[in-house]
């Protein structure tokens, strides 16, 4: 069982930057691919961004050379570091991690986070 808790979500004027932060519990996470996904208001839920437990990254073409996507396996944390922020940004960003095959493939969400660009 895998719980994920994300912090860090507010508001910021657009140009600021926000780091977001997801803490996992059990001992899977550094065998897994976390992401980074968000859902706007009327909008489906899109993939923002993504890192595997080789440390290869994924970014969504809206976010790249803006957001950075990072972890600690040390702390069962992954980041998400947001700059440049524009209003179209705001949305309810969710952390996802997915176990190895080997694990049961199993696929676990956070509650979600507000992140709010506006001036």
């Known amino acids: 069982q895998v719980q994920l808790v994300e912090s860090g979500g507010g508001l910021v004027q657009p140009g600021g930057s926000l780091r977001l932060s997801c803490a996992a519990s059990g001992s899977i996470f550094s065998s897994a691919t976390m992401s980074w996904y968000r859902q706007a208001p009327g909008k489906e839920r899109e993939l923002v961004a993504q890192i595997n437990s080789g440390y290869l990254t994924y970014y969504a073409d809206s976010v790249k050379g803006r957001f950075t996507i990072s972890r600690d396996n040390a702390k069962n944390t992954v980041y998400l570091q947001m700059s440049s922020l524009k209003p179209e940004d705001t949305a309810v960003y969710y952390c996802?991690?997915?176990?190895?095959?080997?694990?049961?493939?199993?696929?676990?969400w956070g509650q979600g986070t507000q992140v709010t660009v506006s001036s």
């Open positions: 996802n991690l997915r176990a190895p095959p080997v694990q049961g493939f199993r696929a676990y």
